[in-house]
């Protein structure tokens, strides 16, 4: 891996071919914001609050740095007014569905986000896919996973295998921004786990 | 079946298939597409072998099935060589006539040629029908003249000859630089340089790599591709494999809808066939090239048109799109180095090869070369697919080759590349079309779809229809293209609903602006193009919508009535009659009043009234004017005398 230098926020910084934007950023001490991003887990660029603009191929354009490969010469600027307008958008738009989650709060209070912008849909997931990804790449057990696309996109555990893997696991719990995952879980629980695995609010 | 194992023995092949076939045979062919096979070209096919064989014509006549003919909305189509003697809209009935007629007498049956709608002139032959007569059809050629099921009509029309010099007389290189020198653009939307895209994966190392065709077609309205594959599949084949030996690949695959049945069919009889021959496989025409092509059917998901979505899906995962770069020429399936182009653009490829960069860069503008395949479908005479030359006007497309808009209507719009294009106005009908004029006015070419709208359309309508379907077709993986396109559908729905605030077109130009600058693909990328695009041409009618509630097409329902002008109404009680949901008042001889509570807004009552009463109206943005007194609708006859 060769090492080359790029400049991000007008400092030069140093990094090594293939990294990300994210990864070259992170090393150097700047700061990009992230939702979707998880150290252990494959780059996902879904939630793409981490964009930052990008002098590179003779165009300016919007990237996620937690994909952006990094190049010789690039030019990366972590907040502009077009980055800022962008998060703040982008959050707006998942604070219509999980107008309380902590992790959202904090950025908007940053980006001047307002969570009333859109109409409230509370689905409370905001689609991030860690606990999906957690599961599949970590743990290797697909118990939780994404159905249907688009608009109608949510996440789902599927009870045979949910049954067998979650009891002693529960490692995506706190990955999750909102608290959507474990409503999620203990849905799934209620509704189609074994009655011998299911212990009542009680403890008996 | 002989394998062929050399350039000259393929020249060899066909020279014998030719002096077999006398060019003077009269021969019957019928279009097969999916389209005519919709009109019932099964039927006529059956009646067309069974009076074969009753007139005692089997000696004399040859029967062909061919690809698709274009011209779609006339099917199923007819034509008899080597007259070219074009009948359309045939059906089983017609063929006793057209046998004892036409393949006996050669008598031309008068009554199922094709009538010039504005000058009543009739056209005997195919080529003199304005609908072709304005095309020029390279790609499409042969669709209408070969059996897409036998590879010998392939090869006696000069089939993978263009593989043969690339694969005896040129390296690699030379063909690289050949389809370079083309400037060949993808058909298949973004109009990337094929060339410099296979030159990537040329010089990416490694030992194994693919090539992949996209026929993954999934504009509501377009079949441009599937038109090819279904007509001409061996012609895509023979693209492919020029660009597999340029590339370096030895293992391709096809990628197709499972929505097109037909074409799985024949392309996997054509895959067959050339292997058979010698033309796929190993030591292809006896030289040291190997290739081999896998069929793979798509589950019908619009986003694995997308190439990144389209190796996903490939590779058998859930069809989302990953990041680029890498680029696929770089790291595409499984990790290797990996070419997609479009049926389209692979069909091209043995053009470029047997004539020639320079005779294919001599047709179209400076930075569009070729000739490119729309769809041409919406408020327009003659509707199907049409090839021209780049850089032909829309207006051409729209009247000579399209024959204008029917009904007398007003063109509004063309709207063109399939559901992120956009809605070109009347101003802008003398553009040369290509890819960059196109973009200059916020559409773009993408597959090819074309669909004119005339003055009934209303563009806040046009544009909640293709974010309602790219709502549901985005991957939802991302969240602008999930959220940016939700967002917007809402407020479309509002604006169309009367429930639009001031404000709103502000809103939907800055979710647009994010979701095409922040998502992941390029569905997301350019999804909002109905949108930014109607209200940079049309903001004049969402301001109607909003600010007057007024829809000035009289489209969206909630802000549309109907209402029956009293001095006009005849009391004929055909609306009366036909009104689903009861809401007319009125009988014999009492002029009919419409119950604005319950009216469902259908315009039934304004379809039936008579032409000469024209007494239903459409209101919009204005009160309805309130329902005239019960003892005035009492209509007085004066007619012949008999009134008391």
Same mark, same amino acid.
């Given at each position: 891996?060769?090492?080359?230098?790029?400049?991000?926020?007008?400092?030069?910084?140093?990094?090594?071919?293939?990294?990300?934007?994210?990864?070259?950023?992170?090393?150097?001490?700047?700061?990009?914001?992230?939702?979707?991003?998880?150290?252990?887990?494959?780059?996902?660029?879904?939630?793409?609050?981490?964009?930052?603009?990008?002098?590179?191929?003779?165009?300016?354009?919007?990237?996620?740095?937690?994909?952006?490969?990094?190049?010789?010469?690039?030019?990366?600027?972590?907040?502009?007014?077009?980055?800022?307008?962008?998060?703040?958008?982008?959050?707006?738009?998942?604070?219509?569905?999980?107008?309380?989650?902590?992790?959202?709060?904090?950025?908007?209070?940053?980006?001047?986000?307002?969570?009333?912008?859109?109409?409230?849909?509370?689905?409370?997931?905001?689609?991030?896919?860690?606990?999906?990804?957690?599961?599949?790449?970590?743990?290797?057990?697909?118990?939780?996973?994404?159905?249907?696309?688009?608009?109608?996109?949510?996440?789902?555990?599927?009870?045979?295998?949910?049954?067998?893997?979650?009891?002693?696991?529960?490692?995506?719990?706190?990955?999750?921004?909102?608290?959507?995952?474990?409503?999620?879980?203990?849905?799934?629980?209620?509704?189609?786990?074994?009655?011998?695995?299911?212990?009542?609010?009680?403890?008996? | 079946?002989?394998?062929?194992?050399?350039?000259?023995?393929?020249?060899?092949?066909?020279?014998?298939?030719?002096?077999?076939?006398?060019?003077?045979?009269?021969?019957?062919?019928?279009?097969?597409?999916?389209?005519?096979?919709?009109?019932?070209?099964?039927?006529?096919?059956?009646?067309?072998?069974?009076?074969?064989?009753?007139?005692?014509?089997?000696?004399?006549?040859?029967?062909?099935?061919?690809?698709?003919?274009?011209?779609?909305?006339?099917?199923?189509?007819?034509?008899?060589?080597?007259?070219?003697?074009?009948?359309?809209?045939?059906?089983?009935?017609?063929?006793?006539?057209?046998?004892?007629?036409?393949?006996?007498?050669?008598?031309?049956?008068?009554?199922?040629?094709?009538?010039?709608?504005?000058?009543?002139?009739?056209?005997?032959?195919?080529?003199?029908?304005?609908?072709?007569?304005?095309?020029?059809?390279?790609?499409?050629?042969?669709?209408?003249?070969?059996?897409?099921?036998?590879?010998?009509?392939?090869?006696?029309?000069?089939?993978?000859?263009?593989?043969?010099?690339?694969?005896?007389?040129?390296?690699?290189?030379?063909?690289?630089?050949?389809?370079?020198?083309?400037?060949?653009?993808?058909?298949?939307?973004?109009?990337?340089?094929?060339?410099?895209?296979?030159?990537?994966?040329?010089?990416?190392?490694?030992?194994?790599?693919?090539?992949?065709?996209?026929?993954?077609?999934?504009?509501?309205?377009?079949? %441009?591709?599937?038109?090819?594959?279904?007509?001409?599949?061996?012609?895509?084949?023979?693209?492919? %494999?020029?660009?597999?030996?340029?590339?370096?690949?030895?293992?391709?695959?096809?990628?197709?809808?499972?929505?097109?049945?037909?074409?799985?069919?024949?392309?996997?009889?054509?895959?067959?066939?050339?292997?058979?021959?010698?033309?796929?496989?190993?030591?292809?025409?006896?030289?040291?090239?190997?290739?081999?092509?896998?069929?793979?059917?798509?589950?019908?998901?619009?986003?694995?048109?997308?190439?990144?979505?389209?190796?996903?899906?490939?590779?058998?995962?859930?069809?989302?799109?990953?990041?680029?770069?890498?680029?696929?020429?770089?790291?595409?399936?499984?990790?290797?180095?990996?070419?997609?182009?479009?049926?389209?653009?692979?069909?091209?490829?043995?053009?470029?090869?047997?004539?020639?960069?320079?005779?294919?860069?001599?047709?179209?503008?400076?930075?569009?070369?070729?000739?490119?395949?729309?769809?041409?479908?919406?408020?327009?005479?003659?509707?199907?697919?049409?090839?021209?030359?780049?850089?032909?006007?829309?207006?051409?497309?729209?009247?000579?080759?399209?024959?204008?808009?029917?009904?007398?209507?007003?063109?509004?719009?063309?709207?063109?590349?399939?559901?992120?294009?956009?809605?070109?106005?009347?101003?802008?009908?003398?553009?040369?079309?290509?890819?960059?004029?196109?973009?200059?006015?916020?559409?773009?070419?993408?597959?090819?779809? %074309?669909?004119?709208?005339?003055?009934?359309?209303?563009?806040?309508?046009?544009?909640?229809?293709?974010?309602?379907?790219?709502?549901?077709?985005?991957?939802?993986?991302?969240?602008?293209?999930?959220?940016?396109?939700?967002? %917007?559908?809402?407020?479309?729905?509002?604006?169309?609903?009367?429930?639009?605030?001031?404000?709103?077109?502000?809103?939907?130009?800055?979710?647009?602006?994010?979701?095409?600058?922040?998502?992941?693909?390029?569905?997301?990328?350019?999804?909002?193009?109905?949108?930014?695009?109607?209200?940079?041409?049309?903001?004049?009618?969402?301001?109607?919508?909003?600010?007057?509630?007024?829809?000035?097409?009289?489209?969206?329902?909630?802000?549309?009535?109907?209402?029956?002008?009293?001095?006009?109404?005849?009391?004929?009680?055909?609306?009366?009659?036909?009104?689903?949901?009861?809401?007319?008042?009125?009988?014999?001889?009492?002029?009919?009043?419409?119950?604005?509570?319950?009216?469902?807004?259908?315009?039934?009552?304004?379809?039936?009234?008579?032409?000469?009463?024209?007494?239903?109206?459409?209101?919009?943005?204005?009160?309805?004017?309130?329902?005239?007194?019960?003892?005035?609708?009492?209509?007085?006859?004066?007619?012949?005398?008999?009134?008391?």
């Amino acid at each position: 891996m060769s090492e080359l230098l790029l400049q991000i926020d007008g400092r030069k910084v140093e990094a090594k071919e293939g990294m990300t934007i994210l990864k070259a950023a992170q090393s150097a001490g700047i700061f990009i914001p992230t939702l979707c991003h998880h150290e252990k887990l494959e780059p996902y660029g879904a939630c793409r609050i981490c964009v930052v603009e990008v002098d590179a191929r003779g165009r300016t354009t919007l990237a996620a740095a937690c994909l952006y490969p990094v190049e010789p010469d690039m030019v990366v600027r972590t907040r502009s007014e077009k980055v800022d307008k962008t998060r703040k958008v982008l959050l707006e738009q998942l604070l219509a569905h999980a107008p309380d989650a902590p992790a959202l709060q904090e950025l908007a209070q940053q980006y001047g986000a307002d969570k009333d912008r859109f109409e409230k849909e509370s689905s409370f997931c905001v689609l991030c896919g860690l606990c999906v990804r957690y599961c599949a790449q970590v743990k290797k057990k697909n118990a939780v996973g994404f159905v249907d696309r688009g608009a109608s996109r949510e996440i789902s555990f599927i009870p045979e295998i949910a049954s067998r893997e979650c009891w002693n696991c529960k490692e995506c719990f706190p990955l999750c921004p909102t608290s959507y995952l474990q409503a999620a879980y203990h849905l799934t629980e209620a509704l189609a786990f074994p009655r011998h695995s299911f212990k009542s609010a009680s403890g008996k | 079946m002989p394998r062929i194992n050399s350039a000259v023995e393929l020249e060899k092949f066909r020279k014998d298939l030719l002096s077999k076939r006398n060019p003077n045979k009269p021969c019957i062919t019928l279009c097969s597409g999916t389209a005519c096979h919709a009109t019932q070209s099964e039927k006529v096919a059956a009646a067309i072998e069974q009076e074969i064989e009753k007139q005692g014509l089997k000696a004399d006549v040859d029967f062909r099935r061919t690809g698709c003919h274009g011209f779609c909305e006339k099917g199923p189509i007819v034509v008899i060589y080597p007259e070219e003697i074009c009948y359309l809209q045939v059906t089983a009935e017609d063929i006793p006539e057209i046998a004892s007629q036409t393949l006996k007498e050669k008598k031309v049956v008068d009554r199922l040629l094709y009538v010039d709608p504005t000058t009543g002139e009739k056209a005997t032959l195919e080529s003199d029908i304005p609908f072709y007569k304005n095309q020029e059809r390279l790609v499409f050629h042969f669709n209408t003249r070969i059996d897409p099921k036998s590879i010998e009509d392939y090869l006696a029309i000069g089939g993978y000859q263009a593989l043969a010099k690339a694969l005896f007389e040129m390296t690699p290189e030379q063909v690289i630089a050949e389809v370079k020198a083309a400037n060949l653009r993808g058909r298949g939307g973004a109009g990337f340089p094929a060339g410099i895209k296979w030159e990537a994966a040329r010089k990416t190392p490694g030992e194994l790599k693919y090539v992949i065709v996209n026929c993954d077609e999934g504009d509501p309205g377009a079949y %441009m591709d599937r038109s090819l594959m279904e007509g001409n599949p061996h012609t895509v084949l023979e693209g492919l %494999m020029i660009g597999a030996y340029a590339i370096g690949a030895h293992e391709g695959y096809v990628y197709i809808r499972q929505e097109y049945p037909l074409a799985v069919e024949n392309l996997t009889i054509a895959l067959a066939q050339a292997e058979e021959y010698g033309l796929l496989g190993e030591k292809i025409l006896g030289s040291g090239f190997d290739f081999n092509v896998k069929v793979h059917r798509g589950a019908g998901a619009f986003v694995c048109g997308e190439e990144t979505s389209l190796l996903m899906s490939l590779e058998g995962k859930p069809g989302e799109p990953r990041a680029r770069p890498p680029y696929p020429a770089v790291k595409g399936l499984w990790g290797k180095p990996t070419n997609i182009n479009n049926v389209e653009t692979w069909a091209n490829v043995p053009l470029i090869i047997n004539g020639g960069a320079s005779a294919f860069s001599s047709i179209g503008t400076e930075g569009s070369k070729g000739t490119k395949i729309f769809s041409l479908v919406g408020k327009v005479n003659n509707t199907g697919l049409v090839e021209v030359p780049m850089g032909v006007t829309l207006r051409d497309i729209i009247y000579k080759v399209g024959g204008g808009i029917p009904g007398g209507k007003r063109f509004k719009a063309v709207q063109t590349g399939g559901p992120s294009g956009g809605c070109i106005p009347e101003k802008y009908l003398d553009i040369k079309v290509d890819f960059d004029e196109l973009k200059k006015v916020g559409a773009i070419m993408g597959s090819g779809g %074309m669909i004119v709208m005339d003055e009934d359309t209303c563009m806040v309508d046009v544009a909640k229809y293709f974010l309602n379907f790219l709502t549901g077709e985005s991957c939802g993986k991302c969240s602008p293209c999930r959220e940016g396109i939700r967002q %917007m559908l809402k407020i479309l729905t509002k604006i169309s609903e009367g429930k639009g605030r001031e404000g709103d077109i502000e809103l939907l130009e800055e979710l647009g602006q994010t979701t095409r600058d922040a998502s992941l693909c390029a569905l997301g990328g350019t999804a909002p193009n109905p949108v930014l695009n109607t209200i940079r041409y049309f903001r004049d009618e969402y301001e109607a919508h909003i600010k007057e509630k007024r829809c000035p097409a009289y489209v969206c329902k909630e802000l549309v009535s109907y209402y029956i002008a009293p001095d006009k109404c005849q009391a004929c009680l055909s609306c009366l009659r036909k009104c689903p949901a009861e809401a007319i008042a009125g009988g014999k001889n009492q002029i009919h009043v419409i119950d604005q509570e319950k009216c469902i807004k259908c315009g039934t009552c304004f379809e039936v009234c008579p032409s000469r009463f024209r007494a239903v109206k459409k209101i919009s943005g204005e009160p309805v004017p309130p329902p005239i007194p019960e003892e005035a609708r009492r209509i007085v006859r004066k007619s012949k005398g008999k009134e008391k």
